[in-house]
């Protein structure tokens, strides 16, 4: 591989693992809270 091909991957992997440490901070500060069975009426309606 030569200079500038190792630069190119280096970049891409740090783009690619940046992405994901940036995605994981943004879901630990701002949880998805979407699939909680805990709230009312999401029970099964009384019979």
């Known amino acids: 591989?030569?200079?500038s091909?190792?630069?190119?991957?280096?970049i891409a992997?740090?783009?690619v693992w940046g992405g994901l440490?940036?995605?994981l901070v943004h879901l630990r500060a701002n949880p998805?809270?979407?699939g909680d069975d805990d709230?009312?009426?999401d029970?099964?309606?009384?019979a």
Do not use: C, F, R
């Open 32 to 34: 998805d809270h979407s």
């Open 43 to 46: 029970g099964p309606p009384p």
């Open 21 to 23: 440490v940036a995605a």
């Open 5 to 10: 091909a190792l630069v190119m991957m280096i």
């Open 13 to 15: 992997l740090l783009l």
């Open 39 to 41: 709230g009312p009426g």
């Open 1 to 3: 591989m030569n200079t």
